[in-house]
């Protein structure tokens, strides 16, 4: 797989584009994730022109439609950042963005929970950043997180799952589109999308089964915001536990009442919250392999990217 192509503010990768001409490197983005991914990066104060170092600036007002303004000369920089994205994000359009990763809190690249001051000089955390609404909005369906939220394992591992399935989606749509590959891809992500939604898991095969009576396009596209609005839902020890119970039913014939026993209770053991996901999963692999079972050895929620693995040792 290529490298994974996702925006980020720059000063997360360390350079030094802060106000007071600091950066917030964050090592698990450059470090760990930075090994699969491309950044594009973007720092909205700095690239609408304003310097380094410059005065520091919040959301005022009304927390849906805040002003952007510096907080010592009262400045008003909205209109100017508001300009400068609009056309920043139609230029990202080019990019392939997988995802986006934001800086936490930034009143311009926050993507949510920014502090907003009313009147008064009274925060309410309840607002966006200028720049990562105006993308957030032009990019609907596109992973978003920031560096704050990604401390949390659950939150990062389906940060992580999303782009890599996104990123494996545009590779199907960047060879020759096909109702087969699209087909293809779903089989293979089946049981991942069973781990976040039943209900999806159903739409999108049902969706899939009349792939012949939609033109190729309109299916695409379908099949894409199903796949982005699934993944976008928190999985959980019961829909997992639900997706390894429905994997034991293909080993029905194989398994001796040992073996299903045993895998029972691992599973159990799972949704107890005993042990990590991994468990129960590398048993089950080890019977796929043992059985070379076809359906289940093609599965991505299986065999996900090695990255997505090592984290499904945290949940
Ligand atoms: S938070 Fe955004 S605007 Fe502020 S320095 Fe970082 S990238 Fe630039």
Redesign the pocket.
């Known amino acids: 797989m290529e490298k994974i192509k996702l925006g980020i503010?720059?000063?997360?990768l360390g350079e030094n584009?802060?106000?007071d001409g600091g950066h917030?490197l964050d090592r698990f983005l450059t470090d760990t994730l930075g090994q699969y991914v491309e950044y594009v990066p973007?720092?909205?104060?700095?690239e609408c022109g304003l310097g380094v170092p410059r005065e520091s600036m919040h959301l005022e007002g009304d927390s849906d439609s805040p002003r952007l303004v510096t907080i010592r000369t009262k400045q008003d920089i909205t209109d100017r950042l508001v300009k400068w994205a609009q056309k920043r994000v139609i230029d990202m359009e080019k990019e392939d963005l997988c995802g986006f990763i934001f800086?936490s809190g930034?009143p311009?690249?926050g993507m949510e929970r920014v502090k907003v001051y009313n009147e008064k000089g009274m925060p309410v955390k309840k607002g966006v950043g200028i720049?990562a609404r105006i993308f957030m909005e032009h990019f609907p369906l596109l992973p978003v997180e920031d560096e704050g939220r990604l401390h949390d394992p659950e939150l990062r591992e389906n940060f992580i799952e999303r782009i890599f399935t996104l990123k494996r989606w545009r590779e199907v749509l960047g060879k020759k589109e096909s109702r087969g590959s699209v087909v293809d891809f779903h089989t293979r992500h089946k049981l991942l999308v069973l781990s976040h939604s039943p209900k999806y898991y159903q739409t999108m095969g049902k969706l899939v089964a009349k792939a012949k009576d939609l033109p190729l396009k309109e299916l695409c596209q379908k099949y894409q915001t199903l796949l982005m609005e699934s993944l976008y839902l928190k999985t959980s020890a019961k829909k997992n536990a639900n997706v390894l119970q429905h994997m034991m039913g293909y080993f029905k014939e194989q398994l001796s009442s040992d073996e299903k026993q045993e895998l029972l209770e691992v599973v159990d053991f799972y949704r107890e919250d005993h042990i990590p996901l991994i468990v129960p999963i590398t048993l089950i692999n080890h019977y796929v392999r043992k059985y070379d079972q076809p359906y289940l050895k093609q599965q991505l929620y299986l065999n996900p990217h090695s990255l997505e693995l090592q984290l499904r040792n945290h949940v």
């Open positions: 503010s720059t000063c997360l584009v802060r106000y917030k973007v720092c909205p104060e700095v800086k930034s311009s690249s720049f």
